[in-house]
């Protein structure tokens, strides 16, 4: 049963153009909406979250976009960076309890010089 | 200022042997989460402890698997008696005590890369 779902496993982006990450979700009960950036050899680090009670967050270069009646959310990247190139993982939460976050597979984002 | 610590990075295990993976939290964080990673796979959640507690492990397979932080030294994840199917990224994180809503923030460390022959 996966409830955050990433539908397309890798993306190749030109540099200084638009990279835009897509994640669904199944459990309307999520309160948080993270997205994570893994490079090769190394762990996860938190990149993005957003509440459920929004529908925008921003920060820098990147934004991430919530829309709850569709169960979906994307990443923005502008201007993508050859830095930028890692693997992106959509995940969520439930508020209550403790951070037991459920990850998406991820996407692959290639930056092209 | 270090960050979460794994150790070992890589580790090689003949299928029937013991795996004993470490994880020392960032400082002043009392919350440990295991992780694992299989190929083409993303992260999923196995357990998740405080000191001397396992608090939830509905994320471990039943048998041979077992996670403990005790009140001194590193959180452990043991894995008996491998099977080729264990071969993953281990991935341990840490989280601060609670003062808010979850908002899913974790640190995590860079992993354990398990390999059974």
């Known amino acids: 049963d996966q409830q955050v779902k990433q539908n397309s496993p890798s993306l190749s982006v030109q540099e200084g153009r638009i990279s835009i990450l897509n994640c669904d979700y199944t459990n309307s009960m999520f309160d948080y909406f993270l997205w994570y950036k893994k490079y090769p050899a190394e762990g996860p680090t938190f990149l993005i979250s957003?509440?459920?009670?929004?529908d925008k967050n921003e920060d820098g270069r990147f934004t991430v976009f919530l829309n709850k009646s569709a169960k979906h959310l994307s990443l923005h990247i502008v201007p993508s960076q050859p830095g930028d190139s890692a693997v992106y993982f959509c995940?969520?939460?439930?508020?209550?309890?403790?951070?037991?976050?459920?990850f998406g597979i991820g996407t692959k984002l290639q930056v092209i010089p | 200022n270090a960050g979460v610590m794994q150790n070992p990075r890589h580790l090689v295990r003949r299928r029937g042997q013991e795996a004993r993976l470490r994880c020392s939290p960032m400082?002043?964080?009392?919350?440990v989460y295991w992780y694992r990673q299989l190929p083409e796979e993303g992260l999923k959640f196995m357990v998740y402890?405080?000191?001397?507690?396992?608090?939830?492990e509905s994320g471990m397979p039943k048998e041979r698997f077992s996670a403990e932080f005790p009140k001194e030294g590193p959180s452990i994840l043991r894995i008996q008696q491998v099977v080729r199917g264990d071969s993953a990224a281990y991935f341990c994180?840490?989280?601060?005590?609670?003062?808010?809503?979850?908002?899913?923030?974790?640190?995590f460390g860079e992993g354990s890369r398990l390999t059974v022959l």
């Open positions: 995940a969520a939460i439930l508020s209550g309890g403790y951070q037991k976050v459920t």
């Open positions: 957003i509440s459920s009670i929004k």
């Open positions: 994180a840490s989280s601060p005590p609670r003062s808010g809503p979850n908002t899913g923030e974790l640190f």
């Open positions: 402890l405080q000191k001397e507690n396992i608090i939830d």
């Open positions: 400082k002043g964080h009392s919350h």
